[in-house]
T-cell receptor, first 113, second 113 residues
Framework: GENVEQHPSTLSVQEGDSAVIKCTYSDSASNYFPWYKQELGKRPQLIID?????GEKKDQRIAVTLNKTAKHFSLHITETQPEDSAVYFC????????????FGKGTKLTVNP | EPEVTQTPSHQVTQMGQEVILRCVPISNHLYFYWYRQILGQKVEFLVS????????KSEIFDDQFSVERPDGSNFTLKIRSTKLEDSAMYFC???????????FGEGSRLTVL
Protein backbone atom coordinates (compact mmCIF):
# COMPACT_ATOMS: atom_id res chain seq x y z
CA GLY A 1 0.00 0.00 0.00
CA GLU A 2 0.88 3.66 -0.15
CA ASN A 3 3.42 5.07 2.28
CA VAL A 4 3.98 8.79 2.68
CA GLU A 5 7.10 10.15 4.35
CA GLN A 6 7.21 13.79 5.47
CA HIS A 7 10.13 15.97 6.53
CA PRO A 8 10.96 17.82 8.66
CA SER A 9 8.86 16.92 11.69
CA THR A 10 9.37 20.39 13.14
CA LEU A 11 10.28 23.65 11.46
CA SER A 12 10.88 27.01 13.05
CA VAL A 13 11.24 30.14 10.93
CA GLN A 14 11.27 33.89 11.46
CA GLU A 15 8.29 35.89 10.29
CA GLY A 16 8.76 36.85 6.66
CA ASP A 17 11.01 33.90 5.85
CA SER A 18 10.01 31.02 3.59
CA ALA A 19 9.15 27.52 4.77
CA VAL A 20 9.48 24.32 2.77
CA ILE A 21 8.03 20.94 3.72
CA LYS A 22 8.81 17.85 1.68
CA CYS A 23 7.01 14.56 1.17
CA THR A 24 7.72 11.39 -0.72
CA TYR A 25 5.26 8.69 -1.69
CA SER A 26 5.66 5.09 -2.71
CA ASP A 27 2.67 4.20 -4.90
CA SER A 28 3.25 5.30 -8.48
CA ALA A 29 -0.52 5.06 -9.07
CA SER A 30 -1.19 7.92 -6.64
CA ASN A 31 -2.30 10.97 -8.56
CA TYR A 32 -3.80 13.37 -6.02
CA PHE A 33 -1.68 15.18 -3.42
CA PRO A 34 -3.37 17.52 -0.96
CA TRP A 35 -1.88 19.51 1.89
CA TYR A 36 -3.82 20.04 5.09
CA LYS A 37 -3.27 22.58 7.85
CA GLN A 38 -4.31 21.61 11.35
CA GLU A 39 -4.39 24.12 14.15
CA LEU A 40 -4.30 22.84 17.71
CA GLY A 41 -7.46 20.92 18.55
CA LYS A 42 -9.05 21.68 15.18
CA ARG A 43 -9.95 19.73 12.09
CA PRO A 44 -7.50 19.33 9.20
CA GLN A 45 -8.30 21.90 6.53
CA LEU A 46 -7.28 21.67 2.92
CA ILE A 47 -4.98 24.52 1.92
CA ILE A 48 -3.83 23.43 -1.51
CA ASP A 49 -3.77 20.33 -3.65
CA UNK A 50 -2.13 19.17 -6.84
CA UNK A 51 -2.99 16.51 -9.33
CA UNK A 52 -0.46 14.52 -11.27
CA UNK A 53 -1.08 16.25 -14.58
CA UNK A 54 0.65 19.43 -13.37
CA GLY A 55 4.04 20.09 -11.84
CA GLU A 56 3.31 23.20 -9.83
CA LYS A 57 0.37 25.08 -8.40
CA LYS A 58 0.32 28.39 -6.59
CA ASP A 59 -2.24 30.17 -4.44
CA GLN A 60 -1.04 33.51 -3.09
CA ARG A 61 1.75 32.74 -0.58
CA ILE A 62 1.39 28.97 -0.89
CA ALA A 63 2.75 26.78 -3.66
CA VAL A 64 3.08 23.07 -4.20
CA THR A 65 5.46 21.31 -6.56
CA LEU A 66 5.26 17.72 -7.75
CA ASN A 67 7.96 15.53 -9.24
CA LYS A 68 6.25 12.36 -10.41
CA THR A 69 9.44 10.71 -11.57
CA ALA A 70 11.06 11.07 -8.17
CA LYS A 71 7.72 10.59 -6.36
CA HIS A 72 8.04 13.63 -4.19
CA PHE A 73 6.08 16.81 -3.64
CA SER A 74 6.72 19.89 -1.59
CA LEU A 75 4.84 22.72 0.08
CA HIS A 76 6.32 26.19 -0.09
CA ILE A 77 5.06 29.03 2.09
CA THR A 78 6.53 32.46 1.39
CA GLU A 79 6.43 35.56 3.60
CA THR A 80 5.41 33.49 6.59
CA GLN A 81 3.19 35.03 9.26
CA PRO A 82 2.59 33.96 12.87
CA GLU A 83 -0.87 32.71 11.89
CA ASP A 84 0.80 30.17 9.59
CA SER A 85 1.94 28.35 12.74
CA ALA A 86 0.23 24.95 12.73
CA VAL A 87 0.82 21.31 11.87
CA TYR A 88 0.88 20.65 8.15
CA PHE A 89 0.11 17.23 6.71
CA CYS A 90 0.76 16.03 3.21
CA UNK A 91 -1.27 13.17 1.80
CA UNK A 92 -1.58 11.04 -1.30
CA UNK A 93 -4.32 9.05 -2.93
CA UNK A 94 -5.54 7.62 -6.17
CA UNK A 95 -8.19 10.10 -7.13
CA UNK A 96 -11.65 8.72 -7.66
CA UNK A 97 -13.62 9.59 -4.56
CA UNK A 98 -13.49 6.23 -2.84
CA UNK A 99 -9.77 6.05 -2.48
CA UNK A 100 -8.44 6.81 0.96
CA UNK A 101 -5.96 9.52 1.73
CA UNK A 102 -2.68 8.32 3.22
CA PHE A 103 -1.17 11.03 5.38
CA GLY A 104 2.37 11.88 6.28
CA LYS A 105 3.31 12.26 9.94
CA GLY A 106 3.01 16.01 9.91
CA THR A 107 5.29 19.02 10.25
CA LYS A 108 4.87 21.39 13.15
CA LEU A 109 5.62 24.84 11.76
CA THR A 110 6.35 27.66 14.17
CA VAL A 111 6.64 31.18 12.81
CA ASN A 112 8.38 33.43 15.29
CA PRO A 113 7.39 37.12 15.25
CA GLU B 1 -20.48 27.16 3.60
CA PRO B 2 -21.64 23.55 4.14
CA GLU B 3 -19.77 21.64 6.81
CA VAL B 4 -19.42 18.12 8.08
CA THR B 5 -20.78 18.04 11.62
CA GLN B 6 -19.91 15.53 14.33
CA THR B 7 -21.32 14.65 17.72
CA PRO B 8 -20.33 14.35 20.47
CA SER B 9 -17.33 16.65 20.53
CA HIS B 10 -15.91 14.73 23.49
CA GLN B 11 -16.89 11.44 25.04
CA VAL B 12 -15.40 9.75 28.08
CA THR B 13 -16.16 6.07 28.51
CA GLN B 14 -15.07 3.07 30.52
CA MET B 15 -13.07 0.31 28.89
CA GLY B 16 -15.37 -2.35 27.48
CA GLN B 17 -18.28 0.01 26.88
CA GLU B 18 -19.86 0.61 23.50
CA VAL B 19 -19.50 4.00 21.87
CA ILE B 20 -21.32 5.50 18.90
CA LEU B 21 -19.90 8.54 17.15
CA ARG B 22 -22.19 10.41 14.81
CA CYS B 23 -21.54 12.43 11.69
CA VAL B 24 -23.67 14.39 9.25
CA PRO B 25 -21.75 14.64 5.97
CA ILE B 26 -22.25 17.43 3.47
CA SER B 27 -25.56 16.76 1.78
CA ASN B 28 -24.50 16.25 -1.84
CA HIS B 29 -21.43 14.17 -1.01
CA LEU B 30 -21.38 10.50 -1.87
CA TYR B 31 -18.27 9.14 -0.17
CA PHE B 32 -17.86 8.99 3.58
CA TYR B 33 -14.87 8.24 5.72
CA TRP B 34 -13.72 7.80 9.26
CA TYR B 35 -10.19 8.68 10.24
CA ARG B 36 -8.59 8.76 13.64
CA GLN B 37 -5.73 10.72 15.13
CA ILE B 38 -4.02 9.62 18.30
CA LEU B 39 -2.74 12.66 20.18
CA GLY B 40 0.33 14.11 18.51
CA GLN B 41 0.33 11.58 15.69
CA LYS B 42 -0.74 11.50 12.08
CA VAL B 43 -4.24 11.11 10.74
CA GLU B 44 -4.95 7.43 10.02
CA PHE B 45 -7.57 5.99 7.69
CA LEU B 46 -10.15 3.68 9.24
CA VAL B 47 -12.87 3.07 6.68
CA SER B 48 -14.52 4.41 3.56
CA UNK B 49 -18.19 4.00 2.71
CA UNK B 50 -20.02 4.40 -0.58
CA UNK B 51 -23.41 3.33 -1.85
CA UNK B 52 -24.38 1.99 1.56
CA UNK B 53 -21.46 -0.34 1.92
CA UNK B 54 -17.85 -0.34 3.03
CA UNK B 55 -15.47 0.38 0.15
CA UNK B 56 -12.25 -0.15 2.02
CA LYS B 57 -11.09 -0.60 5.59
CA SER B 58 -7.73 -0.53 7.28
CA GLU B 59 -6.23 -3.13 9.58
CA ILE B 60 -7.20 -0.86 12.48
CA PHE B 61 -10.86 -1.37 11.58
CA ASP B 62 -11.30 -4.78 13.18
CA ASP B 63 -14.44 -6.59 14.28
CA GLN B 64 -14.95 -4.15 17.15
CA PHE B 65 -15.71 -1.39 14.67
CA SER B 66 -18.75 -0.94 12.47
CA VAL B 67 -20.24 1.85 10.38
CA GLU B 68 -23.77 2.56 9.36
CA ARG B 69 -25.79 5.13 7.48
CA PRO B 70 -29.14 4.48 9.10
CA ASP B 71 -31.29 7.27 7.69
CA GLY B 72 -29.65 8.73 4.61
CA SER B 73 -28.07 11.64 6.46
CA ASN B 74 -26.27 10.38 9.55
CA PHE B 75 -23.11 8.32 9.27
CA THR B 76 -22.12 6.52 12.46
CA LEU B 77 -19.05 4.77 13.78
CA LYS B 78 -19.64 2.20 16.50
CA ILE B 79 -16.96 0.73 18.69
CA ARG B 80 -18.44 -2.32 20.40
CA SER B 81 -16.08 -2.84 23.30
CA THR B 82 -13.67 0.04 23.73
CA LYS B 83 -10.03 -0.44 24.66
CA LEU B 84 -7.61 2.04 26.17
CA GLU B 85 -5.82 2.32 22.84
CA ASP B 86 -9.03 3.49 21.14
CA SER B 87 -8.52 6.85 22.83
CA ALA B 88 -8.09 9.29 19.96
CA MET B 89 -9.74 12.04 17.97
CA TYR B 90 -12.07 10.53 15.40
CA PHE B 91 -12.70 12.56 12.28
CA CYS B 92 -15.53 12.01 9.87
CA UNK B 93 -14.99 13.21 6.31
CA UNK B 94 -16.95 13.30 3.10
CA UNK B 95 -16.22 13.93 -0.54
CA UNK B 96 -17.94 14.41 -3.85
CA UNK B 97 -17.45 11.77 -6.50
CA UNK B 98 -14.19 12.05 -8.41
CA UNK B 99 -12.68 15.16 -6.84
CA UNK B 100 -10.58 13.53 -4.15
CA UNK B 101 -10.98 16.57 -1.85
CA UNK B 102 -12.03 15.54 1.63
CA UNK B 103 -13.96 17.79 3.96
CA PHE B 104 -13.37 16.95 7.60
CA GLY B 105 -15.63 17.41 10.56
CA GLU B 106 -14.40 19.00 13.79
CA GLY B 107 -13.78 15.61 15.30
CA SER B 108 -15.00 13.61 18.28
CA ARG B 109 -12.48 13.15 21.03
CA LEU B 110 -12.85 9.73 22.64
CA THR B 111 -11.24 9.08 25.99
CA VAL B 112 -11.30 5.49 27.25
CA LEU B 113 -10.56 5.04 30.94
Amino acid sequence: GENVEQHPSTLSVQEGDSAVIKCTYSDSASNYFPWYKQELGKRPQLIIDIRSNVGEKKDQRIAVTLNKTAKHFSLHITETQPEDSAVYFCAASREGGSEKLVFGKGTKLTVNP
Amino acid sequence: EPEVTQTPSHQVTQMGQEVILRCVPISNHLYFYWYRQILGQKVEFLVSFYNNEISEKSEIFDDQFSVERPDGSNFTLKIRSTKLEDSAMYFCASSVLNTGELFFGEGSRLTVL
